[in-house]
């Protein structure tokens, strides 16, 4: 069971649920398995590191840097930085358990900035992810949850004509990219991301007494992005249109995406 900050921990899924580690940081020697890749392939100044932090009761990838990019051409493939394993491997190729899963958690810390979250499936190129965007408070560790069916087939860093549904059981690879047309530093921490099942149910019971609320008061948020919310970024074939329906979104919810403590 991967175990974090006491004080900052939040409620998991009862152990009816389905609940399946994916992606942790044990050791420094983790940084090693993830492979950086920046602008500076398109002629860009931006560059980024991963390592790993030690903190009190748990330890954090931690992904940093400065996007650098300057240019006139608006189908420019630059101002970003990603970071992805090395190594693709299934987390459980075709097992059942992950076949039932419904979403994902992921424990995160950034700075505020929008990243987006990627997963790679077997039988698919480097070039193709399924995305979903990150959006926390500025330093502070939440915990968000993610519906598989919130995550858009990218290729190139555009947006598939032709939709693929992600199968978790097919996941082996996983990352993280900053590309929100912004120069400047950018930090992303992530303690460990974990597949869930029944997601939905679960946060319904967190509710508690009061609306919005646990029954200690943590505040929960569920992800409540309407499916044709979500084709229509699914179906945006730019970063800037896939911006703007994301903040239209998260404008009206007056929230960021996902499941949050405080």
């Given at each position: ?72 051409d608006r189908e420019s493939r ?185």
């Amino acid at each position: 069971m991967l175990m974090g900050d006491p004080s900052a921990r939040v409620a998991m899924p009862s152990a009816t649920g389905v609940t399946v580690p994916m992606y942790a940081f044990r050791n420094e020697e983790e940084a090693a398995r993830y492979l950086i890749t920046t602008d500076e392939l398109f002629g860009g100044k931006s560059r980024a590191t991963m390592r790993v932090k030690q903190y009190k009761h748990f330890m954090a990838g931690v992904f940093e840097g400065v996007v650098d990019w300057t240019s006139e051409d608006r189908e420019s493939r630059g101002g970003f930085c990603n970071v992805r394993l090395r190594e693709r491997k299934p987390v459980r190729e075709d097992d059942e358990e992950m076949m039932a899963t419904e979403g994902v958690q992921l424990r995160v810390k950034t700075d505020g900035r929008p990243f987006l979250l990627n997963f790679q499936c077997r039988d698919t190129t480097d070039e193709d992810v399924w995305q979903a965007e990150v959006r926390t408070a500025p330093f502070r560790w939440e915990t968000l949850a993610l519906p598989w069916s919130g995550f858009a087939h990218v290729s190139r860093g555009l947006v598939r004509e032709v939709q693929m549904n992600l199968e978790p059981h097919k996941i082996d690879g996983f990352g993280l990219t900053v590309a929100d047309g912004r120069n400047g530093p950018f930090r992303c921490e992530v303690q460990h991301v974990v597949a869930l099942g029944e997601w939905r149910d679960e946060l319904d019971e967190l509710r508690g007494p009061t609306a919005g609320q646990t029954a200690d008061g943590r505040r929960v948020t569920p992800y409540t992005m309407t499916d044709d919310q979500r084709s229509q970024w699914r179906n945006s074939r730019d970063r800037a249109g896939r911006r703007r329906i994301m903040d239209e979104f998260l404008q009206r919810e007056g929230k960021p995406g996902g499941v949050a403590d405080s």
